[in-house]
């Protein structure tokens, strides 16, 4: 994109319940010890049903301990409680196949996704109430990894991992805001709200999968498995977080990114990082398709999302909107939907809890597409007859420019199980909500742009009605797409008319032109009567 003359910026080269025992084992009871403890330093003492939520410890952890070692010192010959494997995605159910997390496997023996399977007869020992008051309790410490997001979920995300493998920066807990003007005046909504995850580490939700994923890594490498380093194929956001978190931890990164076709902002991210980036040239699944044979041969951990533990740190955002609410659910969730992992996602933190009793439903799910890269939207409108990958165009919300999601079945199993809906939006269309959001105090990026248009149609088409309460989640932040507002606001964008742009009026530097200006603008600005 062209950058304006109006614009000048520096170049860049380069409560539980009683359960019934299992038969085969004998009834095991347990007693909680402190509040943001992990549940696997309960002690047998008394029965499930008469636990109740931990009490903060008062005691003030020694100056020469930290809150590593702490956790370490508190979690020392603990049993765990709960367990997760890997299973065939959505497999049969007489199917055996499964694989320890500790694994090193993609794919099943069929060549189909793998999913994260929990333990989840031995979560059902503890109800809603429990799971509830644990999870709140944990908000705003920080008690190693609890203050994390993702790690105040840790027994439904990865509940074997010892706490000293975690690797952190703390991500999640992103702000659930009101977006009061822009859904009364766009579109006569009272209740419209936006999970901003974009205010996460690196700027981006792929933080909240990426911290499991390199933990887990971690945890193979202590264990001296044949891993030396980590790689992913990357629109941006993805090869952001891999490279921070794998350099909080010492563990080489690799990053294949398609050549010129990100932002400077997320292109920088990676390389501050230390991680090595290979610029190639090629779209997005082209380097899918790359990377997945260099790490078939290569001793290099597969990061995107093929890799299903990263989709176990991604679904905590689903459970924090329901902890906003306090535990209200909302009637509609729009995700922006490219390679299709975080739709799923979503869809597996929302029916956790409502398996587990802290939610009695889950809200209704909209995967909102760009039209320049709309697989996905494609399959819905055909009735999900047949699924065809397409070529993807260029598009400002460029994470999602991908034309063969690799998480396409979890979509629609995600879809079909929520009443969901998919709709698409225009690089007019998308560009043009933006502006619009931006213009009443946001200052979004385009894949939630994309989301927004997704809403606009719904809205208007009265599917979503005025008292809905509808989430928008915003993916990343508005800081790493400056080049595509800049753009827009400076009208240079072909064949976009931009009708909400805001550039800046050139006035000569006397006292007379600044006052005409300003006198013209007031009175523009002056309510009608």
């Known amino acids: 994109m062209a950058s304006s003359s109006l614009f000048h910026s520096s170049p860049f080269s380069l409560k539980t319940k009683t359960c019934v025992p299992n038969q085969h084992l004998k009834p095991t009871h347990f007693t909680i010890k402190a509040q943001s403890e992990p549940i696997s330093s309960l002690t047998q003492n008394n029965s499930p049903s008469s636990a109740s939520p931990p009490e903060a410890s008062k005691l003030r952890r020694a100056a020469d301990e930290n809150i590593r070692d702490e956790a370490r010192r ?7 409680l709960f367990s997760a494997k890997y299973v065939p995605f ?19 023996q069929s060549g189909g996704l793998l999913d994260v399977q929990h333990d989840m007869e031995a979560l059902k020992r503890f109800d809603g109430d429990y799971w509830r008051t644990l999870f709140d309790s944990r908000v705003g410490k920080t008690t190693w990894p609890y203050g994390s997001g993702v790690w105040s979920k840790k027994e439904w995300v990865l509940p074997e991992i010892d706490s000293d493998d975690i690797v952190s920066a703390f991500e999640g807990n992103s702000n659930l805001f009101w977006a009061e003007r822009f859904g009364k005046q766009f579109l006569g909504m009272s209740d419209l709200w936006v999970k901003h995850c974009g205010i996460s580490h690196t700027g981006s939700f792929k933080d909240l999968g990426m911290t499991v994923l390199v933990s887990q890594v971690n945890r193979l490498r202590k264990m001296n498995r044949p891993v030396v380093g980590v790689g992913c194929a990357s629109t941006g956001d993805t090869s952001a977080a891999l490279s921070a978190y ?15 076709r990100i932002s400077l902002a997320q292109l920088v991210q990676p390389i501050a990082n230390g991680a090595f980036v290979l610029s190639i040239d090629t779209d997005f699944d082209g380097c899918m398709q790359l990377i997945r044979e260099v790490t078939a041969e290569l001793p290099i951990y597969l990061a995107n999302s093929l890799n299903s533990l990263r989709l176990e740190g991604q679904k905590t955002a689903a459970i924090e909107i329901l902890q906003q609410f306090d535990w209200q659910v909302p009637d509609w969730v729009i995700v922006p939907g490219g390679n299709l992992g975080n739709i799923y996602a979503f869809y597996k933190g929302f029916q956790m809890c409502k398996e587990l009793g802290l939610v009695d439903r889950i809200p209704r799910l909209v995967c909102a597409q760009a039209a320049n890269a709309d697989p996905l939207y494609l399959y819905f409108k055909s009735g999900w007859k047949e699924f065809k990958s397409v070529k993807a165009n260029p598009t400002f919300a460029s994470a999602i420019q991908i034309g063969d999601p690799v998480s396409i079945d979890r979509a629609v199993f995600a ?9 698409e939006a225009t690089e007019e269309e998308l560009m043009d909500a933006m502006a619009q959001a931006d213009s009443t105090g946001m200052f979004i990026c385009p894949h939630t742009g994309v989301a927004l248009t997704a809403l606009f149609k719904l809205r208007n088409s009265g599917v979503i009605k005025p008292t809905d309460r509808t989430v928008v989640v915003s993916t990343a932040h508005g800081l790493k797409f400056t080049q595509s507002k800049i753009d827009y606001h400076s009208k240079e964008i072909k064949d976009m008319a931009c009708r909400f742009a805001n ?5 000569k530097a006397d006292f007379g032109s600044v006052m005409d200006v300003l006198k013209k603008y007031l009175q523009s600005k002056a309510p009608k009567h």
């Open 74 to 80: 508190k979690n020392v010959s603990q049993p765990h």
């Open 90 to 108: 959505n497999a049969d159910p007489s199917s055996t196949e499964s694989y320890s997390l500790d694994e090193i496997v993609y794919r099943s």
């Open 503 to 507: 550039p800046p009026m050139q006035v």
């Open 246 to 260: 794998c350099a909080s931890a010492g563990i080489p990164s690799i990053v294949f990114l398609p050549a010129n």
């Open 415 to 423: 879809l079909k199980n929520s009443l969901g809906i998919v709709e």
